[in-house]
């Protein structure tokens, strides 16, 4: 489905964080969100599954406005993998992908045959089928991204929201769950540290500076080395390679009197 962000601004605690912020992410699409520390970038995600109410703008998907119909219609359609994760220890993994399925049911409904084969398929393609009966609050890192996102698949959204999908996993795990991101064809919205691995797996980038999108479009469009320069603080180049993946070359950046740059 189309995801549309048009001209969203939020406040919080009385300050400003976002300014007439708008996107598009075209059905099937992954749009990749990227900026330094403090850009406002989980602040947009949140507004888009409906975590935090815009003080103005829309928010559509599949034309509907998000924000117009109940939490519950919104959850059915948007499936969120975060971070600060609130996801009970005690619970076995079959529980906590079986999570997903709570948007699709009735509040008396049981599971039904369609439930458990859509928890075994997700907990198959997130590669946790293993881990079935083993307690939340004893995985790994690694091994809780995964549980998350075989929820995220469990609820067959018509939109992804990812916050940083890879940063616990190993460098294999981290291209292993960006290829089925894009096998899965679902439109997503995802937050990336990691310039590289967007680059690689986004089919567009929008570039957010002090809550304003600076930047935006296919990869090399939007990381110029303009952008690179004055959003990230990095002398850096991205180019195509001749098997076609984006590269960014960085160029070592001294310290300021021996510290890291403030933030600006
Ligand atoms: N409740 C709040 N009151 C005031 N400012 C806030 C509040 N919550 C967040 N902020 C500020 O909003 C800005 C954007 O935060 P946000 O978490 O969206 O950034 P981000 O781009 O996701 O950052 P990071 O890459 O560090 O995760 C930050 O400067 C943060 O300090």
Not at 214 to 224: F, I, N, Q, R, S
Not at 229 to 248: H, P
Request: proline content about 5%; aromatic content about 2%.
């Amino acid at each position: 489905m189309r995801l549309c962000v048009s001209d969203v601004s939020v406040r919080l605690g009385g300050v400003p964080i976002l300014h007439d912020v708008s996107l598009v992410a075209e059905p099937g699409e992954i749009v990749g969100l990227v900026g330094p520390n403090g850009s406002g970038k989980s602040t947009l995600l949140r507004t888009v599954y409906r975590s935090l109410r815009p003080e103005s703008g829309g928010i559509r998907l599949g034309g509907h406005n998000v924000w117009a119909g109940s939490a519950r219609a919104a959850a059915r359609q948007i499936a969120a993998v975060l971070q600060d994760d609130t996801t009970p220890a005690g619970m076995t993994v079959v529980e906590v992908v079986e999570l997903g399925r709570t948007p699709h049911h009735g509040l008396f409904d049981r599971e039904g045959q369609a439930d458990r084969a859509a928890v075994r398929e997700a907990m198959d393609r997130a590669g946790v089928l293993a881990l079935a009966g083993r307690r939340f609050g004893s995985l790994s890192g690694g091994e809780r991204q995964r549980v998350q996102l075989a929820r995220a698949l469990a609820q067959e959204p018509s939109l992804l929201i990812l916050d940083e999908p890879t940063n616990h996993l190993d460098i294999r795990a981290r291209f292993e769950l960006l290829d089925l991101v894009r096998e899965l064809g679902t439109t997503t919205l995802a937050v990336m540290h990691e310039l590289d691995l967007a680059a690689r797996v986004c089919d567009s980038l929008v570039v957010l500076h002090g809550g304003r999108v600076v930047a935006e479009g296919p990869v090399l469009d939007a990381l110029t080395p303009e952008v690179l320069r004055e959003v990230f603080g990095v002398r850096a180049q991205a180019a195509r390679d001749t098997d076609g993946i984006v590269r960014i070359a960085y160029a070592a950046r001294p310290l300021v009197d021996g510290r890291l740059a403030p933030q600006r």
